[in-house]
């Protein structure tokens, strides 16, 4: 977030819309949102799915909850003294035509620069990222072990590819218990989308 932030010049701004994006610079995943950059603030909008586990997890910013996305942007960038906002240029026309609109009073621009930046930032690994890697690599080993003795006659794809999605989901979960009827269950008070716990049957 840093290494962006240092990329803006004075009275101009970013906001990231892209998945891939919004994953990179924020190490959260969602499908729906919107991260507004600034070079001194940053914020991740994200609607009721998203917010309250992004809130418990998301580091490299603030988290706010989508109310009126037209307004609360308007209102980011306003405040951030913002003249030009640029966007990846990897989004659709439609979603552009979109954020125009949006942010009428704003120059927005899709940037060949900001697409490079992006690109360059996240070809050139830090310290930090290349730990998550091996870190990554290692839950993804032991997912697979885990997930080996359930392949067998009579059991589906889909339910080897879920409980290998869940194994390697489990570092990151909340409130997790073992009893008779599940594999695993969620103990936690929170729904699905909050804590990510899923619960399998045993077959």
Same mark, same amino acid.
């Given at each position: 977030?840093? &290494? /962006?932030?240092?990329? +803006?010049?004075? #009275?101009?701004?970013?906001?990231?819309?892209?998945?891939? #994006?919004?994953?990179?610079?924020?190490?959260?995943?969602?499908? /729906?949102?919107? =991260?507004?950059?600034?070079?001194?603030?940053?914020?991740?909008? $994200?609607? #009721? &799915?998203?917010? +309250?586990?992004?809130?418990?997890?998301?580091?490299? %910013?603030?988290?706010? +909850?989508?109310?009126?996305?037209?307004?609360?942007?308007?209102?980011?960038?306003?405040?951030?003294?913002?003249?030009?906002? /640029?966007?990846?240029?990897?989004?659709?026309?439609?979603?552009?035509?979109?954020?125009?609109?949006? =942010?009428?009073?704003?120059?927005?621009?899709?940037?060949?620069?900001?697409?490079? $930046?992006?690109?360059?930032? &996240?070809?050139?690994?830090?310290?930090?990222?290349?730990?998550?890697?091996?870190?990554?690599?290692?839950?993804?080993?032991?997912?697979?072990?885990?997930? /080996?003795?359930?392949?067998?006659?009579?059991?589906?794809?889909?339910?080897?590819?879920?409980? +290998?999605?869940?194994?390697?989901?489990?570092?990151? =979960? %909340?409130?997790?218990?073992?009893?008779?009827?599940?594999?695993?269950? %969620?103990? %936690?008070?929170?729904?699905?989308?909050?804590?990510?716990? &899923?619960?399998?049957?045993?077959?």
């Amino acid at each position: 977030m840093i &290494r /962006l932030q240092n990329f +803006l010049q004075e #009275g101009s701004a970013a906001l990231i819309v892209t998945d891939i #994006g919004r994953l990179y610079f924020t190490g959260f995943k969602s499908s /729906l949102g919107y =991260l507004a950059v600034s070079r001194k603030k940053a914020t991740l909008f $994200l609607d #009721g &799915r998203y917010y +309250l586990a992004a809130n418990m997890s998301v580091k490299a %910013c603030e988290v706010a +909850l989508i109310s009126d996305i037209s307004s609360q942007l308007n209102k980011f960038f306003k405040a951030e003294k913002v003249e030009k906002i /640029l966007t990846e240029k990897d989004i659709t026309l439609t979603e552009f035509s979109y954020i125009s609109k949006m =942010l009428k009073s704003f120059s927005v621009e899709a940037s060949d620069e900001m697409l490079e $930046l992006v690109d360059g930032l &996240r070809a050139v690994k830090s310290e930090w990222e290349i730990e998550c890697i091996k870190k990554a690599q290692s839950i993804a080993e032991k997912a697979l072990d885990k997930t /080996l003795p359930l392949i067998k006659e009579g059991v589906t794809e889909k339910e080897v590819a879920a409980f +290998l999605e869940y194994q390697m989901s489990i570092p990151h =979960l %909340c409130g997790i218990v073992q009893d008779k009827s599940a594999i695993y269950s %969620c103990s %936690c008070q929170q729904d699905n989308f909050s804590c990510y716990c &899923r619960f399998f049957m045993v077959r």
